[in-house]
């Protein structure tokens, strides 16, 4: 009973800290929502508005200016363009709550730190692609090779570089691996060497080879006049004098102009009667006064 | 240019050699156009006739370049006093039908050279044609234009000439001959510049091209490259010692 008592005596102050607070709560919300409800919905509608000139400006862009600036460059000019609009209505909005920019910037300064201890990794391929950008290693639409990953750069955001390889698949690569590795960009020169090695037989006509070749490479429209083309024996080797032809192309059409080559080369030198050779073992017997016993056997009677 | 004088209109059930290209206008409104890289058919609907016309020679085989170099069979001495000289340069043919572009051509053989360094250097159309002095001794060859140019500057020997050809105007003479527009060529030291200007190379030509090419590329490409220049090769002789 004293138990109950104690309960009875106890419950109307309970009931009365709980009302009050409920009371406070309510009061907070109004304060929010109803007394301060013009001033949300302002900061609503300028995040809004911003986001929607930040897309319409983002759709000018596209329709005016992507085609006529290279794709390197636009893209991250698109993106740093639309990102500073919203942030900029995002900071416009939130000025009458007292929010100020140096505020966010030392709050985005704090946040940087507890995330950055999070985000490690994120972070470092954030920076990574930030020097991506700026030293410019690789553009999108260039074909490169990245450690084992070959292809055409597809897209290079902040956290991640993605190729599409030559067989048609997206690889997403980090941006921190990117900028680590060795990268070969294989258009940044205005031209690239075509390299073809052939054998010719050893009883053919070297100089007729050569001369053929060299006609092959002459007559293309992508080997560049200059650098000249050049072919040129490279070695003796143990079947064929093996002959190396050279050109320089436009990167742009490098590999035609080496399959192009490869393929034609077969049928001029068939039509020069120069032979390109299988390999072959000469055999030669040191004493020839033994006699040697053939016996030629049927495939069946095996 | 085989007795054809450029542009010209080709009436259905007929067909062209112009070098080595050919164009096949077929009764039934095929057109069929063949140069030494290939053939490409289109058809044209209700149109009794197609007009060919003149363009720089920078659109086959793929528009890499606008730029034209010349190189001359034979080195020349040029004493850079304002005096002009004459060459030829490549030219293709457009096939089009209302001032739509369908096919373009090339009547000659297409080269290309890269021009300075592999970095900082840049592709070129190349050609190979002879430099004279007078007009008159230049034999004009199918597939080209004649080009005229004046040498301003330090005297050099001029291995050859290029020039920015993305937007240029052709002209024609009373023979039905072709001209790229004038270029100036300036030489100092060891850097040749040249550019063409908006004048024919001679008085009493007339301006025959209206452009009809996809202008966004060819405008953006030609607009994007700044005047031809390129470094060559000077050999000082050597002071004789007092």
Not at chain 1, 42 to 63: D, N
Not at chain 1, 90 to 106: E, K, T
Not at chain 1, 290 to 296: G, H, M, P, R, T
């Amino acid at each position: 009973m004293e138990n109950v008592d104690v309960v009875n005596t106890v419950k109307p102050n309970n009931v009365s800290t709980t009302s009050s607070f409920t009371t406070s709560i309510l009061d907070k919300l109004r304060e929010i929502f109803i007394d301060k409800a013009p001033t949300i919905l302002e900061a609503a509608a300028i995040i809004v508005v911003s986001v929607f000139l930040a897309l319409f400006i983002r759709q000018l862009m596209r329709k005016n200016l992507k085609m006529r600036i290279p794709g390197h460059v636009y893209k991250p000019l698109e993106t740093a363009i639309f990102y500073l609009i919203v942030i900029l209505g995002v900071v416009i909005a939130l000025s009458p709550f007292g929010i100020s920019l140096s505020g966010l910037i030392l709050a985005g300064g704090f946040a940087g730190i507890v995330i950055g201890f999070a985000a490690q990794q994120s972070l470092s391929n954030l920076m990574s692609g930030i020097f991506l950008l700026v030293e410019q290693p690789l553009r999108i639409g260039d074909p490169i090779q990245v450690a084992d990953v070959s292809g055409v750069v597809h897209d290079i955001s902040f956290l991640s570089t993605r190729i599409r390889t030559w067989d048609g698949q997206i690889v997403r690569i980090p941006n921190n691996t990117v900028f680590n590795e060795v990268i070969t960009n294989y258009i940044r020169t205005k031209a690239r060497r075509v390299d073809i090695k052939i054998g010719v037989h050893y009883k053919s006509d070297l100089d007729k080879a050569i001369n053929v070749i060299k006609e092959l490479l002459d007559n293309h429209p992508y080997c560049l006049a200059n650098p000249a083309p050049e072919v040129f024996v490279e070695e003796y080797s143990d079947s064929a004098i093996v002959l190396r032809a050279r050109c320089w192309a436009p990167p742009p059409v490098w590999f035609t102009t080496k399959i192009e080559i490869q393929t034609k080369l077969k049928k001029v030198l068939d039509e020069a009667g120069v032979v390109i050779p299988y390999p072959q073992l000469d055999l030669h017997l040191v004493s020839s006064t033994a006699d040697i016993s053939v016996k030629i056997q049927d495939r069946k009677e095996k | 240019m085989d007795n054809n004088i450029l542009p010209l209109r080709l009436r259905r059930g007929n067909s062209i050699k112009i070098g080595e290209a050919s164009i096949e206008y077929k009764d039934d409104g095929t057109l069929v156009a063949c140069d030494r890289y290939g053939c490409a058919r289109a058809v044209v609907e209700e149109e009794e006739f197609v007009d060919i016309e003149p363009v720089p020679s920078i659109h086959r085989l793929y528009m890499e370049t606008t730029y034209i170099y010349v190189d001359f069979t034979d080195r020349v001495y040029v004493s850079g006093k304002n005096e002009i000289y004459w060459t030829l340069a490549p030219i293709e043919l457009e096939v089009g039908v209302n001032g739509v572009a369908l096919i373009r051509l090339a009547p000659s053989k297409i080269k290309l050279t890269l021009i300075g360094d592999l970095i900082e250097g840049f592709i070129a159309r190349y050609y190979k044609a002879p430099i004279v002095h007078k007009l008159d001794d230049l034999e004009v060859v199918s597939g080209a234009a004649i080009v005229g140019f004046r040498v301003k500057g330090d005297p050099v020997f001029l291995p050859g000439i290029g020039f920015n050809a993305g937007l240029v105007t052709f002209y024609r003479d009373r023979r039905g001959r072709l001209y790229y527009p004038l270029i100036t060529v300036n030489t100092s030291g060891r850097i040749v510049s040249s550019r063409p200007t908006d004048s024919p190379p001679l008085e009493d030509l007339e301006a025959i091209s209206t452009r009809r090419v996809d202008k966004t590329r060819l405008f953006s490409l030609a607009q994007s490259s700044p005047p031809f220049v390129m470094s060559i090769e000077v050999i000082r002789r050597q002071p004789i010692p007092p």
